[in-house]
């Protein structure tokens, strides 16, 4: 997000200086660690209205289409490199409950105009390689990419004016006229205007404090597969497939022969987690892998890591002017590849005095509610989501 904010003001404003600060490196934060899903609309079986809520999702859309846009300019335009792949989606099922699940998803798309198609069962074992689905539906219209090649490769073709301080995390900062003034281990930071991208840690910045629900999610990636390997897990050089329920599991056959899973959702105290919980999750995906590919169960993984995802109570977001001169995007609630293009854009746009379509919606959205207490929140969490993995059965 922070990327596409500081590349969208750099260039509407060519004639000033841009500081684009990480406090880590680019691609190695939860932008660049996701399962590289470039989502037009994503499917929410357990948003209560839906099905019903048709503005919500053609907002929804419109959103997501300008992040994938903006996107697609940095390849198209400045030769950017992550191995976009433009295939679409297949909403995937093991199960009677997620056929379902899949059924009110086309019944969804099917209000709002939108083009998809039905797989089934003998069409996705040659696909995958894989027994275990029943029956798909393919959504066009999102891109596969990795994402943090992409990442990388965009900084590198930043506009001149943008100049980049990785491993630069600001410790301290002072909001006032004329100027904001950030502190960091390698000096001092003097901005006009400063522009806050950090998901959930845009609370430690003094704004919507405590408003945060944390969670990390997790995946796995195999080695690169063999020649023998690769003719076990189907016909085609790269899917993507998003579990019909949300608590099952995604999987990614990538552009460089790996098989990618992601599934496990943990409360992140203070925004961490632990070695132990990347272990934990590993395990779960192991079994997820066997469900799939019995017979290449001896792979195992070669990484397993987790991410950070930002919540809200109420699903409300951050975006805006939030003092004078201080505008912050936060809070994607999932699925943030092509929303953290497009809040990023927008709200660069915003601070460089711009307006369009896409800064109104997001202006007119809920901001995030107060949770329950901090310990309620977490014990909620905990349970809520090991209940639904549990609900979740084959899906997983």
């Known amino acids: 997000m922070g990327l596409h904010a500081a590349r969208r003001y750099a260039e509407l404003e060519p004639q000033s200086s841009v500081v684009l600060v990480d406090a880590g490196r680019i691609g190695n934060n939860a932008s660049g660690r996701c399962m590289g899903f470039v989502i037009d609309l994503a499917h929410n079986p357990r948003k209560r209205d839906f099905l019903e809520d048709v503005k919500g999702n053609n907002e929804e859309l419109f959103v997501n289409l300008e992040g994938i846009a903006y996107i697609r300019s940095a390849v198209e335009e400045h030769g950017v490199s992550c191995d976009w792949d433009p295939q679409g989606k297949f909403h995937s099922a093991a199960t009677d409950h997620g056929v379902k699940d899949l059924r009110n998803f086309a019944a969804a798309l099917d209000r709002l105009g939108q083009n998809y198609s039905w797989v089934e069962k003998p069409e996705m074992q040659a696909m995958t390689g ?18 943090a090649k992409y990442l990388k490769n965009a900084a590198r073709q930043l506009p001149a004016n943008v100049t980049v301080h990785e491993n630069t995390p600001v410790t301290a900062v002072e909001f006032g006229r004329p100027k904001h003034i950030c502190e960091t281990p390698n000096g001092t930071i003097a901005a006009a205007k ?123 977001m951050v975006f805006g002017e939030l003092t004078t001169n201080v505008f912050g995007a936060a809070f994607c609630n999932g699925t943030g590849v092509a929303r953290g293009a497009a809040f990023g854009k927008a709200v660069a ?22 949770p ?21 059965g084959a899906e997983v």
Request: overall charge positive; glycine content about 8%; proline content about 5%.
């Open 349 to 370: 746009e915003l601070a460089a005095g711009q307006s369009s379509p896409v800064i109104d919606i997001l202006q007119k959205r809920a901001v995030p509610s107060r």
């Open 194 to 316: 400063v522009i806050i991208c950090t998901a959930g840690y845009l609370t430690r910045f003094g704004f919507f404090e405590n408003r945060a629900i944390p969670l990390y999610t997790f995946a796995s990636m195999t080695r690169q597969l063999t020649p023998a390997e690769l003719a076990g897990v189907g016909n085609r050089q790269t899917y993507g497939l998003i579990p019909a329920n949300s608590f099952g599991t995604t999987v990614r056959r990538t552009a460089d022969n790996r098989l990618f899973l992601r599934n496990v959702y943990a409360y992140a105290t203070n925004f961490k987690t632990s070695t132990q919980d990347v272990m934990r999750a590993r395990i779960h995906q192991q079994v997820a892998f066997d469900r799939r590919w019995p017979a290449l169960s001896s792979i195992g993984f070669e990484a397993s890591w987790g991410g950070l995802l930002t919540l809200a109570q109420n699903g409300g």
């Open 130 to 147: 894989s027994k275990h689905y029943i029956k798909a539906l393919h959504h066009p219209g999102t891109i596969l990419l990795q994402p």
């Open 372 to 392: 329950y207490p901090k310990l309620v929140t977490a014990l909620g969490v905990r349970f809520l989501t090991a209940l639904r993995f549990k609900q979740a």
